[in-house]
Structure formats: structure tokens, C-alpha cells
């Protein structure tokens, strides 16, 4: 698709679908919202382009580059974002991507360092070795920070979230399985259904963390800052409480 169709799209208003967009020019797109269904993109630089309110359905991106781009409340549905024969995830470094949503997309080892992801939204998402190391989820209202993220349904495994606040987030029935977070704020953080098999909680501070429900095989809460207050399940016990050296017997 020629850059010149392509603007013209996005000036209408129009869904572009099933096009081959490796030759668009992103930078000083015409206002409006981007729309592609069912379209490719390969080695792609998108940073810095103005894409907030855009939505993507089925899109394909191979290695491409969101590095500083707006993409505030755009939706993502049915997308891939992972080159797997490269075995490379996409880059959002830096992107301002405050209430995006992803919904049954492939993120795995995408990149988020830097990125502004205060209240953002994953759904049923592979984002398996996803990087959210110096990523903020936490939005300053006064003298009060605001954080909120929701990670749903999600195979975060090995995932990086060392020293990211993600206090009152939300893994709810995600897989989380080696993922790091080391020194990471998890208070009160729900973690309702979730698996965090031989998770990474080194200096992390969980207090009020809800692990009702959760695979804990692994978790070692003596490694953790501060676990005041976490709440668990009575049919957890046995596997939390080895660390401490203790032993649960039925009554």
C-alpha cells in the first residue's frame, strides 16, 4: 500500500485491511485514528508516531519498533508481536501507553523499559520473557500516585518485573512461572488463580499481596522485604511454610 492511500484512510476514518505496510513513513501521520484488520508489518519504526484511540485487529508485527509512540488508550486484538523465527519481540521503549489494551495477543520478549503503562490492560496474552524492567504503571494525581494495571488470564512466564511498583495490580489467573520480582512493590497486589511456581521475590514487598488460590510451589516468602498481612489459602500452608522450617499436619 502506497503512503499516499494509506493517509487518505486514516483521514476517513477507514479500516485498511489485509495490506503489506513495509513501506510506510509513520512520522507526521495525518490526525485521526490509525485502523488496520488483518494487515503485516515487518522491521517497522513506528517511534514517536501519534497513534492514541488507534485500534489494531489481527495485525501482524515482525521486530517492529513503538519506541516513543502514543499509543494512549489504543486497542490491540488478535495481534502478534513476536518474530518467531527471529525469536524477537517488539519494542516499546519509552511509548506512552497509558490505558492500552491487549486482548489475545503474542507479546512474548516485547520490551517495555521506560514505557509509561499506567493502567493498561492484558487479556489472555503471551507475553512469555516480556521485559518491563524501569516501565511505570503509576500516574501522580497531587501529592498522591495512582497505580493500576491489569495483567488477566496471561502466560507471563519469565517474565521481567524486577523494581517495577505494581502495588493494587492484577494477575489474576495468569501463569507466572520464574518470573522476576525482585525488589518490586506488590502490595496488595491480586494474585487470585494465578502461578507463580519458583517465582523471583527477592527484597520484594508483598504486603496484603491475595495469593488465595495461586500455585505457590517454590515461592519462597523468606526471600521477600515485607510479606505483612498476605493473604492465603489454608490449602497452601504446606507449601509455604517449608522455608521457614515447619511442617503442617492435618488436625
Do not use: Y
Not at 508516531?49 to 499509543?71: I, K, P, Y
Amino acid at each position: 500500500m502506497r503512503q499516499g492511500a494509506f493517509e487518505d484512510a486514516i483521514r476517513t476514518g477507514a479500516f485498511i485491511e489485509g495490506e503489506d505496510l513495509f513501506e510506510i513513513d509513520w512520522r507526521d501521520l495525518p490526525s485521526g485514528q490509525v485502523r488496520l484488520r488483518g494487515c503485516t508489518l515487518r522491521d517497522g519504526s513506528l517511534g514517536g508516531a501519534e497513534l492514541n484511540e488507534s485500534v489494531f485487529e489481527d495485525v501482524t508485527f515482525l521486530n517492529c519498533r513503538f519506541a516513543g509512540a502514543d499509543l494512549i488508550n489504543t486497542k490491540f486484538l488478535r495481534c502478534v508481536l513476536f518474530d518467531s523465527e527471529a525469536r524477537k519481540g517488539c519494542d516499546f521503549a519509552d511509548a506512552q501507553m497509558r490505558g492500552a489494551h491487549f486482548t489475545d495477543c503474542n507479546l512474548s520478549l516485547a520490551r517495555f523499559a521506560g514505557a509509561n503503562l499506567h493502567a493498561v490492560t492484558l487479556e489472555r496474552c503471551k507475553a512469555a520473557g516480556a521485559d518491563f524492567e524501569d516501565a511505570s504503571l503509576v500516574r501522580k494525581s497531587g501529592r498522591s500516585s495512582v497505580v493500576a494495571g491489569r495483567f488477566i488470564d496471561c502466560a507471563l512466564d519469565f517474565a521481567n518485573f524486577r523494581g517495577v511498583v505494581l502495588e493494587d495490580c492484577d494477575f489474576d489467573g495468569s501463569s507466572l512461572r520464574q518470573a522476576d520480582f525482585s525488589r518490586t512493590s506488590l502490595g496488595k497486589t491480586g494474585f487470585r488463580r494465578a502461578d507463580l511456581s519458583a517465582a523471583i521475590i527477592d527484597e520484594a514487598d508483598m504486603a496484603g499481596a491475595d495469593l488465595r488460590d495461586a500455585v505457590v510451589n517454590g515461592l519462597d516468602l523468606t526471600r521477600a522485604r515485607n510479606f505483612t498481612g498476605v493473604k492465603v489459602s489454608q490449602s497452601q500452608l504446606g507449601a509455604l511454610v517449608g522455608p521457614f522450617g515447619l511442617r503442617v499436619f492435618p488436625d
